[in-house]
């Protein structure tokens, strides 16, 4: 090849992402697996999703919204804000990467907990920018560390709350002690992607005074509680000169027609966000039980995953599973050789990765 490739963009390791059901299929000869692997909703989505998209498929040869305006309306009303400080996404993955791109100079720093959610690093880097990774301590985000990190070249830290892959949350003190720690030029992106199945009243929820801080950027999604990952959309809550600067960058039809109207519909149906953040409840508790039970160590969690010490590689055991039918997530390439990260799944679900688990553990 003569072409030269970016320095920075050398540099990105490519994202690796849960396999497809319909792939594992194949490819193990198996049918009717059980995928645990991507924190996904189990519980597919509302069934108002189905009619809101099929009753826009005969507009479907015009433009999207560049705006999508009755699902802005309902979110300013839900969150007490305006529809200028608000970015709509292709999925929160979009407003990731256009978070560095506007807010990067080549070289400019981005300050992140060590393993992270890929795509900080992989937006980063793609905006010329450096990340500074600072390992978690007790597998939760070291905010101190993080502080620590920041130089006169940081313009963005990220902080996930509930943390992927660990699970662990930020309690409100330690939000507010950390944001009076940093500097007033840096924006904090607080990542909400797993907020919906938080259970503690003491964790850190942006939204629940939004606004309050200019520096706050608050990103959320329709991928998990909501159940639309397929159709990629996530937002941005934000001070209205970061919103500004995101949505002067982005493509003007980031967000397609479908999954506007996905989401609004999703957003409308309350009782169905209830029933799966009770199932999913449900599914994190029997989980943890029969998997403590069987002697492994499952770490605490506020997200609808967890993280399970299963004391053997997590390699070997996740090959195994497959084998079984069953898709669970080594975190092996994270540094953590004996953990696996598992999704609650429906209560069939659940009991198939159990017997999995048990079987192939020889327990
Ligand atoms: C799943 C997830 C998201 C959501 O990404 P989308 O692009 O909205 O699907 C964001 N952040 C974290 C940490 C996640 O795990």
Excluded: W
Aim: with cysteine.
């Amino acid at each position: 090849m003569s072409f030269s490739v970016s320095e920075s963009v050398k540099a990105i390791k490519p994202y690796e992402a849960g396999k497809p059901l319909s792939e594992v299929e194949r490819e193990y000869g198996i049918t009717n697996a059980v995928k645990l692997a991507s924190n996904e909703n189990p519980f597919g989505c509302s069934p108002k999703v189905a009619d809101a998209v099929l009753s826009k498929l005969p507009d479907m040869n015009r433009y999207p919204e560049p705006i999508p305006f009755t699902l802005c309306q309902k979110l300013a009303e839900k969150y007490h804000v305006r529809m200028e400080n608000m970015v709509i996404g292709n999925g929160s993955d979009d407003i990731i990467a256009l978070l560095a791109h506007g807010f990067l100079n080549p070289g400019q720093e981005a300050v992140m907990p060590l393993p992270s959610f890929l795509m900080y690093e992989i937006s980063v880097k793609t905006a010329k920018g450096v990340p500074v990774m600072v390992p978690l301590k007790d597998f939760s985000t070291n905010l101190d560390g993080l502080v620590k990190a920041v130089t006169p070249e940081t313009k963005l830290v990220f902080v996930t709350n509930p943390f992927n892959p660990t699970g662990a949350v930020i309690t409100k003190d330690e939000f507010l002690r950390f944001a009076d720690k940093l500097p007033d030029n840096v924006l904090i992106i607080v990542d909400e992607a797993y907020i919906e199945f938080v259970r503690n009243d003491s964790v850190y929820n942006s939204l629940s005074v939004p606004l309050a801080d200019p520096r706050i950027v608050t990103l959320r999604t329709f991928s998990k509680a909501y159940g639309l990952a397929g159709f990629r959309i996530g937002y941005g809550i934000m001070d209205k000169a970061v919103a500004e600067i995101l949505n002067r960058i982005r493509q003007p039809f980031n967000v397609n027609t479908l999954a506007q109207v996905a989401a609004q519909a999703a957003l409308e149906d309350t009782d169905f966000l209830s029933k799966t953040i009770s199932g999913t409840h449900q599914g994190i508790d029997f989980l943890t039980q029969k998997f403590t039970e069987a002697g492994f160590e499952v770490m605490p969690t506020q997200a609808n995953f967890f993280m399970v010490d299963v004391k053997t590689s997590s390699r070997d055991l996740c090959e195994k599973l497959l084998r079984k039918g069953v898709v669970v997530r080594s975190l092996a390439s994270y540094g953590y050789d004996t953990f696996l990260r598992i999704n609650a799944g429906t209560d069939q679900e659940n009991q198939t990765c159990v017997d999995a688990l048990l079987s192939v553990a020889g327990k």
